[in-house]
């Protein structure tokens, strides 16, 4: 039995290592704060790690699921980390969003250690991992890729291999460039239609599923509609996610910056910790 590492237990890591034990793996955590996922452990009687390299130590596979990229490299080469306490031979994957360039050290270390490190970002939000039906996206080397194909799919249904060491993490910020442009598109039609004084429910059922609907649309826009704004992905990691593109050399990006602008104010005003579907809220406060 292959036996699995998971190191970040939250809104994203509860639901993937639930998917991992229904596919018949072995799996131990760690999260920083015990006292977070206790009900998850009794729930599930996986076992808990008192730090990251115990959670890494006798593993086949050690997946990273936090949050920044200051903990990625916190939980990769900080004192109690994976790096030093993963068994030679181990793959390592990790599923944050990052910076590509982390992504390459990570890979470039872990070659040095005799370890296989691949970057695996994932896309589907909260509902995607809870369903096992993540898009992901791997950089690294294609032998690793195929070796942890069984345990990627036992968290997505769409799994591509990107390229080399970064590759996963570069695909990952043009998917998160997309969706900046298609959820301020979906508030500007929404604040649209209330401002006109249209039944935005009908407005829903009238476009969504023609040329202007998308994954935004059909599944955010619903919850802007009724005032929701409850987390299926955080701001906050939505705005990281869009400084970490905007860090990177290469074209402008224009709506890109001005929705990482919108979604800066929100935070700055304590809206982190909504979800994405928050956007409208920086609509309807500007009165636009």
């Known amino acids: 039995?292959?036996?699995?590492?998971?190191?970040?237990?939250?809104?994203?890591?509860?639901?993937?290592?639930?998917?991992?034990?229904?596919?018949?793996?072995?799996?131990?955590?760690?999260?920083?704060?015990?006292?977070?996922?206790?009900?998850?452990?009794?729930?599930?009687?996986?076992?808990?790690?008192?730090?990251?390299?115990?959670?890494?130590?006798?593993?086949?596979?050690?997946?990273?699921?936090?949050?920044?990229?200051?903990?990625?490299?916190?939980?990769?080469?900080?004192?109690?980390?994976?790096?030093?306490?993963?068994?030679?031979?181990?793959y390592l994957i990790d599923m944050t969003t990052t910076d590509p360039r982390l992504s390459a050290r990570i890979y470039q270390e872990a070659a040095a250690r005799g370890l296989h490190a691949l970057d695996a970002?994932?896309?589907?939000?909260?509902?995607?991992?809870?369903?096992?039906?993540?898009?992901?996206?791997?950089?690294?080397?294609p032998a690793d890729f195929d070796a942890c194909l069984p345990v990627l799919r036992a968290m997505g249904t769409t799994v591509v291999y990107e390229g080399a060491a970064g590759a996963g993490q570069h695909a990952?910020?043009?998917?998160?460039?997309?969706?900046?442009?298609?959820?301020?598109?979906?508030?500007?039609?929404?604040?649209?239609?209330?401002?006109?004084?249209?039944?935005t429910g009908r407005l829903l059922d009238s476009i969504g599923k023609g040329a202007a609907g998308s994954w935004q649309m059909s599944n955010l826009m619903p919850k802007m509609i009724a005032h929701d704004n409850a987390p299926g992905f955080f701001l906050k990691h939505f705005v990281k996610d869009m400084q970490i593109a905007r860090s990177q050399p290469g074209a402008p990006l224009p709506v890109l910056e001005l929705v990482c602008g919108m979604c800066t104010a929100l935070e700055r005003e304590g809206r982190g910790e909504d979800g994405t579907q928050a956007l409208i809220e920086f609509y309807r406060a500007q009165g636009v």
């Open 1 to 90: 039995m292959v036996k699995i590492g998971f190191i970040g237990v939250g809104v994203m890591g509860r639901p993937m290592v639930r998917n991992l034990l229904r596919a018949g793996y072995d799996v131990a955590v760690y999260t920083r704060t015990k006292a977070k996922v206790e009900a998850f452990l009794r729930e599930t009687g996986v076992q808990w790690c008192g730090t990251a390299a115990a959670c890494a130590a006798g593993r086949d596979v050690v997946i990273t699921m936090v949050g920044y990229p200051q903990d990625v490299e916190q939980v990769y080469f900080g004192a109690g980390g994976i790096l030093p306490a993963a068994d030679a031979g181990a």
């Open 121 to 141: 970002p994932v896309s589907g939000g909260e509902a995607g991992a809870q369903n096992g039906t993540l898009s992901v996206m791997v950089g690294g080397d």
């Open 172 to 199: 990952k910020m043009a998917n998160q460039i997309a969706i900046a442009g298609a959820l301020s598109g979906v508030c500007e039609a929404l604040r649209y239609a209330e401002q006109a004084g249209l039944d």
